[in-house]
């Protein structure tokens, strides 16, 4: 018989934002043929790319990766 008699788990909701970005006609040439040659789409790519950064921080972002104003002139040459 058919399984009229079970509940149907609900799915959850999810909500997305766009973000959008402009490349130059080189730019977006290239993306392409690497995407070919890589059997993959521009979008997989670009979030394959940005995973570690879209999916780590969501909540908190760790005091270390806070950039401060010293951390400025570490390339700074001071002659004392």
């Known amino acids: 018989m058919g399984k ?7 799915r959850q909701s999810y909500q997305y ?3 959008s ?4 006609r080189g730019q977006y040439r ?3 043929n690497y995407c070919k040659a890589r059997h993959t ?5 670009i ?9 780590n921080y969501e909540y908190e ?3 270390e990766l806070y950039v401060t104003e010293n951390q400025l002139l570490l390339f700074d040459d001071e002659q004392s």
Do not use: D, E
Not at 4 to 10: D, M, P, T, Y
Not at 47 to 55: E, H, P, Q
């Open 30 to 32: 290239s993306l392409k």
């Open 41 to 45: 789409t521009p979008i997989k790519l």
């Open 61 to 63: 972002v760790p005091p």
């Open 4 to 10: 009229a008699g079970k509940n149907k788990r609900s």
């Open 47 to 55: 979030k394959r790319s940005i995973a570690r950064f879209i999916s």
């Open 21 to 24: 970005f402009k490349l130059s």
């Open 17 to 19: 934002h766009a973000i």
